[in-house]
């Protein structure tokens, strides 16, 4: 079993609330409100610039030369190539860069970003790499699953291009390399006096995951005229 099969197993709770939030599901049959993924989308964008800011924290934090050109792909490939195309992504839902740079940050975004940089400054680049681990790992199996269901693709779903994104070849292959990393960094620092740490790190990161999803959900339901949270 990979390491992080081990993290998912030991917090299968709170991927299941992550990796399967009605908010996935409203994507993959496109009954997601607008609003609530337009509101995604430019939280999302934000959230990009701090991980970018925790790839840069993992240049420093790495003991080795390889993790240093490891973390610094993984900085090149958010600033350079995922941001890019998410301000695509976006200006196709009426969305300029400069109504995203602008927005104003929601608690959520702020709450899960903050944890992650936390993480990696009070800890190694092992904690870092678990608290980035349910963002870069979990979207592709959530993409993976979504795009298996009979409405992705439908040219009727709106949501179909950012399905396709996450599943296709390129992110899938970012998530494989980050579990392989990942993999690379336990059998050299994840001891089993570290396991309770790296499993709270991890549950708690895939846990505000989850409290991201909802803050769209929140707002999809408050469209639909639901009083449901």
């Given at each position: ?6 993290l998912?197993?030991?917090a299968s709770?709170?991927?299941?609330a ?6 996935t ?15 995604y ?20 934090k790495?003991p ?15 600033l350079?190539?995922?941001?890019n195309?998410?301000?695509k ?10 109504d995203?740079?602008?927005a104003?940050p929601?608690?959520?975004?702020l709450?899960?970003t903050?944890?992650v ?13 678990v608290?980035l681990?349910p ?13 298996a ?14 399905i396709?994104?996450?599943a296709?070849g ?15 960094l ?6 089993p006096a ?10 708690e ?5 989850a ?19």
């Amino acid at each position: 079993m990979s390491f992080f099969q081990r993290l998912k197993t030991a917090a299968s709770a709170e991927w299941r609330a992550y990796t399967e939030h009605p908010f996935t599901n409203a994507l993959a049959d496109g009954s997601l409100a607008e609003a609530a993924f337009r509101h995604y989308l430019v939280q999302d964008y934000l959230f990009l610039i701090e991980f970018a800011r925790a790839y840069a924290l993992a240049v420093y934090k790495s003991p080795e030369l390889a993790d240093m050109r490891d973390a610094a792909a993984g900085l090149s490939a958010i600033l350079d190539v995922e941001m890019n195309l998410h301000v695509k992504l976006c200006s196709g839902w009426g969305l300029s860069p400069a109504d995203l740079e602008q927005a104003s940050p929601a608690v959520e975004m702020l709450a899960y970003t903050r944890y992650v940089l936390d993480a990696g400054m009070r800890g190694d680049l092992m904690a870092l790499k678990v608290a980035l681990a349910p963002c870069v790992i979990g979207y592709a199996e959530i993409a993976t699953r979504l795009a298996a269901q009979p409405d992705a693709e439908a040219a009727t779903n709106p949501y179909r291009v950012w399905i396709a994104e996450y599943a296709g070849g390129p992110y899938q292959e970012v998530a494989a390399k980050a579990r392989a990393q990942l993999d690379n960094l336990a059998d050299r620092y994840a001891t089993p006096a570290r396991a309770a740490e790296l499993i709270a790190i991890f549950r708690e990161a895939t846990r505000l995951e989850a409290d991201f999803w909802q803050m769209g959900w929140r707002m999809h339901q408050r469209g639909a005229g639901s009083s449901q949270d």
